[in-house]
């Protein structure tokens, strides 16, 4: 390569390294690192979103292992509420639901006053596991939730200071407290789904346990419990 050639290559590269290095940033220099920071979601509030979902998934598996199925129950009506063992309900409820057993099932009137022996429409074992993840979930939540939201506080209040002092811009304390906002939403959200699918797994248990089934006490009052824990936890969230 020519002399004169390196020396107008080696001209290009410094001046696009000066265009680089020149290039202002879009606040100050002061409000640019606080501005990088604020307008991030926390740790804190990642975390709270992830026990939030996680306890909407199995309050949703609850309400799943809860519910009875319709065509289920019309065929132990069938069969006369007699099932004392979880394999006599499926056979019972699988000759129901074929078309020749029709007939048989209407007219076995004899078997429906035997409704007093033990019907099992939904697994309590499988509900008490459920139930019991569900409950450690929500501990998770009722114990971080008020730190994470006092820290929003703290934080809005010191970044409030900071605009009026002059050492932040409006525009980078919106782009923050929009941040806190739609997580603090997103909370209220999900523990309010929460709460109504506790609450409808306790009206499916109540259903069960109208159609027959005993032993449901315990996940009645706990299904009811997490309910009002859910509802609480949401009530402790004030929304911007």
Known sequence: MRP???????AIVVGVAGCVKSVEPKFSTRGAALDQTSTATSTSELQMAQQTNALNQMTRDIIRKSTINGAAIGALAGCGLVVLSASNAKSCVAGALTGGAIGAIAGNAQGKANAAKRVELVS????????GKADDAMDVVSRDLPSLLAQQDAELDALNQQMASGQLTQAQFTKRFEVIKANREQLA????LSAAQANEAHRNLQGAQAKGQTGLDWHLNATKQLAREATSARSAISLL
């Open 4 to 10: 004169s050639r390196i020396i107008l290559s080696f």
């Open 124 to 131: 309590p074992s499988a509900l008490v596991r459920s139930i």
């Open 189 to 192: 959200e999900a523990l309010s």
